[in-house]
């Protein structure tokens, strides 16, 4: 079974996942652009059973676009996010891809709010398109 590590920059909040991921996504929404300070956030779902989390973290909650809730867990340290929770899936938990630091993780299935892409993102070819 495959096992990854998710941290923190100062590695305090630390995730650690059994089990490959549900899904991997990326988001073009102003909000996760916001979080991330990059161009889109890119995110992995995992069954919430196959997760662990370690240290502290300050939760930050989020009107997203569509006007659900998510729940950030973020280091009160470094300020960095680890992993989060959606409204209404609470039996999965989020985390962003680059908390892994592992080039080869696996690419993204799907891409959210496209019509907020910048034009100069390139995506792989058989991505799912959503709105």
Same mark, same amino acid.
């Given at each position: 079974m495959t096992h990854r590590t998710a941290s923190c920059s100062c590695g305090q909040l630390v995730a650690?996942?059994?089990g490959?991921?549900?899904?991997v996504s990326v988001c073009h929404c102003l909000a996760c =652009?916001?979080?991330t300070g990059s161009v889109f !956030?890119? =995110?992995a779902r995992f069954d919430r059973r196959n997760v662990t989390t370690e240290?502290?973290?300050t939760a930050y909650v989020r009107? !997203?676009?569509s006007g659900g809730t998510a729940t950030f867990h973020f280091c009160p340290t470094c300020g960095a996010?680890?992993?989060y929770v959606l409204e209404g899936h609470d039996d999965m938990i989020a985390i962003p891809v680059g908390a892994f630091a592992d080039p080869a993780f696996p690419p993204p299935v799907r891409s959210?709010? /496209? /019509?907020r892409m910048h034009a100069w993102v390139g995506l792989p070819a058989d991505i799912e398109h959503m709105e």
């Open positions: 650690t996942v059994s490959d991921p549900i899904r =652009q916001r979080r !956030g890119a =995110q240290g502290k973290s009107v !997203g676009d996010t680890v992993y959210v709010y /496209e /019509e």
